[in-house]
């Protein structure tokens, strides 16, 4: 069993609205430190495929045909072994991949 985390975060220069709206009521509240913000999207599924090569091709047809938006999106993702009897660290079993 893997485990897939997937972050989807719009492209430079495309507008978000969303992440200004939050920048000025952070600000508002006090927190002026806060500069630009960017606001994006995070998925965290379970596959049941026979290896890491399998996983790698369903996730990014998924992201493809249903969770990314090309034209103003990018995404990462990252796998874990989760199975029974997975062996190592955390650090060790995620492999990542940008796009």
Known sequence: ??????????????????????????NSLGYQGVGKVRMGKYLQLKLNVKDEKEARREIEDMCKKLLVNPVIENYTYEIQDIGKGSKGSREAQSLRSFW
């Open 1 to 26: 069993m893997l485990q897939v985390k997937i972050c989807i975060s719009l492209k430079e220069g495309v507008a978000d609205p969303q992440g200004i709206t939050i920048k000025n009521a952070l």
